[in-house]
């Protein structure tokens, strides 16, 4: 044991975080706190937070025209399932220029990260913050106080829109999610109308499409980060959670919407996986009415946060934009 004020270390994930064995997390890369806003003077986008569960909290956010009832996102951060954060600068500016531009009521989830708490810990914390948001559109009548609603999503949300997104590690959240909705009702058995996955965290053992073998080795950041975050998950990196082609996977003709957008972008080592995943929704027999595949050219991975304002930035939150304010079909 080192001796002093040195720790010993359990996990170096450099450039991320380093986790000792006391259990104490040191993170390197996050975006600052921003507390929310009751106006915000650019968009007049509203924000506040709530509280879920003990375990479970989220951002709400209400766009400055809701004059009527708005479709509502349900939004999963990234960041590994290790860093960042509903409430950091990073999620905040970027769910707050999509609701502005959607016009949507959003709940930007904040589950709990690992190593501290591991998965399926986000998992299990998504599905309950989805679970909260569907209770809304149930009459629980007024003697019930079991769960109070929140009046934003009770007033102006309308669960007839219901989309649930989110960036790499909130993208493989909505894949988990969605695979659940399709076998498991949601309160008051509200359906999911869409669901985006941009960037979605996939990966496995062997290369698909263009992928180098390089990358695919015990000491690429990739395979480390789902290591470090789910060290106990069966087959490791081809765990369904992270392969989700993997044998034993549930298929994705289970996934529990409507309409389907995926997201990628040129320079990003996970693109292969995204348009695995689209090509494999579109033959799988998916029962759903549309699927869409949207690709930015020569941007890495996570450009629209690192890069917010940018021209493609601004292009990939109007795609996302246009996805959730889409109206339902009456045939549906």
Same mark, same amino acid.
């Given at each position: 044991?080192?001796?002093?004020?040195?720790?010993?270390?359990?996990?170096?994930?450099?450039?991320?975080?380093?986790?000792?064995?006391?259990?104490?997390? $040191?993170?390197?890369?996050?975006?600052?706190?921003? =507390?929310?806003?009751?106006?915000?003077?650019?968009?007049? %986008?509203?924000?506040?937070?709530?509280?879920?569960? =003990?375990?479970?909290?989220?951002?709400?956010?209400?766009?400055?025209?809701?004059?009527?009832?708005?479709?509502?996102?349900?939004?999963?951060?990234?960041?590994?399932?290790?860093?960042?954060?509903?409430?950091?600068?990073?999620?905040?500016?970027?769910? !707050?220029?999509?609701?502005?531009?959607?016009?949507?009521?959003?709940?930007?989830?904040?589950?709990?990260?690992?190593?501290?708490?591991?998965?399926?810990?986000?998992?299990?914390?998504? #599905?309950?913050?989805?679970?909260?948001?569907?209770?809304?559109?149930?009459?629980?009548?007024?003697? *019930?106080?079991?769960?109070? @609603?929140?009046?934003?999503?009770?007033?102006?949300? *309308?669960?007839?829109?219901?989309?649930? +997104?989110?960036?790499?590690?909130?993208?493989?959240?909505?894949?988990?999610?969605? /695979?659940?909705?399709?076998?498991?009702?949601?309160?008051?058995?509200? @359906? /999911?109308? +869409?669901?985006?996955?941009?960037? =979605?965290?996939? #990966?496995?053992?062997?290369?698909?499409?263009? $992928?180098? =073998?390089?990358?695919?080795?015990?000491?690429?950041?990739?395979?480390?980060? #789902?290591?470090?975050?789910?060290?106990?998950?069966?087959?490791?990196?081809? !765990?369904?959670?992270?392969?989700?082609?993997?044998?034993?996977?549930?298929?994705?003709?289970?996934?529990?919407?409507?309409?389907?957008?995926?997201?990628?972008?040129?320079? *990003?080592?996970?693109?292969?996986?995204? /348009?695995?995943?689209?090509?494999? %929704?579109?033959?799988?027999?998916?029962?759903?009415?549309?699927?869409?595949?949207?690709?930015?050219?020569?941007?890495?991975?996570?450009?629209?946060?690192? +890069?917010?304002?940018?021209?493609?930035?601004?292009?990939?939150?109007?795609?996302?934009?246009?996805?959730?304010?889409?109206?339902?079909?009456?045939?549906?």
């Amino acid at each position: 044991m080192a001796s002093g004020d040195t720790k010993e270390v359990a996990t170096d994930l450099l450039p991320l975080l380093r986790h000792y064995k006391d259990g104490t997390v $040191e993170r390197f890369i996050a975006s600052p706190y921003i =507390p929310p806003s009751p106006h915000d003077p650019a968009t007049g %986008v509203s924000s506040k937070d709530v509280t879920i569960s =003990p375990l479970v909290s989220a951002r709400l956010y209400l766009p400055a025209s809701a004059t009527q009832k708005l479709p509502v996102l349900v939004y999963f951060h990234g960041g590994g399932f290790c860093i960042e954060s509903a409430f950091s600068l990073f999620n905040h500016r970027y769910v !707050n220029a999509l609701v502005s531009e959607s016009n949507a009521v959003a709940v930007s989830v904040e589950y709990r990260l690992a190593p501290e708490n591991p998965l399926p810990a986000a998992y299990d914390d998504s #599905w309950a913050a989805l679970q909260w948001v569907a209770s809304h559109c149930v009459d629980r009548g007024a003697d *019930d106080t079991s769960q109070q @609603k929140d009046s934003w999503l009770a007033e102006h949300a *309308d669960f007839d829109r219901l989309f649930i +997104g989110g960036d790499s590690a909130g993208a493989n959240i909505v894949h988990h999610l969605a /695979i659940r909705a399709g076998s498991e009702p949601l309160p008051g058995d509200l @359906k /999911i109308l +869409g669901a985006f996955l941009a960037q =979605p965290y996939f #990966w496995g053992s062997d290369p698909i499409g263009s $992928e180098s =073998p390089d990358l695919h080795t015990e000491e690429n950041l990739i395979q480390r980060i #789902w290591t470090c975050v789910y060290p106990s998950a069966p087959g490791g990196i081809d !765990n369904p959670a992270i392969n989700p082609f993997s044998p034993g996977a549930p298929s994705v003709a289970a996934l529990g919407c409507a309409r389907l957008l995926v997201c990628v972008s040129g320079e *990003d080592q996970l693109r292969e996986r995204g /348009i695995r995943y689209f090509e494999e %929704v579109k033959r799988s027999g998916w029962r759903g009415e549309k699927i869409e595949l949207f690709e930015v050219e020569g941007e890495g991975h996570a450009f629209h946060f690192f +890069g917010f304002g940018s021209e493609n930035a601004k292009r990939m939150i109007t795609r996302l934009s246009s996805f959730v304010s889409q109206t339902r079909l009456a045939s549906l």
